[in-house]
């Protein structure tokens, strides 16, 4: 069985997404904010993937 990462890191979403690091550092830190405007704990440079599955358009 494959078991996916739970959080996604700053590399990932570059990967995903086909960006630079700089842009992908800006959607992290920007999803964090909405993370942590929500009450939730968060890292710097990583996001959980369930979020970014909800955010993004068309992922799934």
């Given at each position: 069985?494959?078991?996916?990462?739970?959080?996604?890191?700053?590399?990932?979403?570059?990967?995903?997404?086909?960006?630079?690091?700089?842009?992908?550092?800006?959607?992290?830190?920007?999803?964090?904010?909405?993370?942590?405007?929500?009450?939730?704990?968060?890292?710097?440079?990583?996001?959980p993937?369930?979020?970014?599955?909800?955010?993004?358009?068309?992922?799934?």
């Amino acid at each position: 069985m494959v078991k996916s990462k739970y959080m996604m890191s700053v590399d990932d979403i570059a990967k995903e997404v086909s960006c630079s690091k700089s842009l992908a550092y800006k959607i992290v830190k920007q999803l964090n904010k909405e993370l942590s405007e929500q009450g939730y704990i968060t890292f710097a440079g990583r996001i959980p993937r369930a979020y970014w599955e909800t955010k993004m358009y068309g992922y799934r």
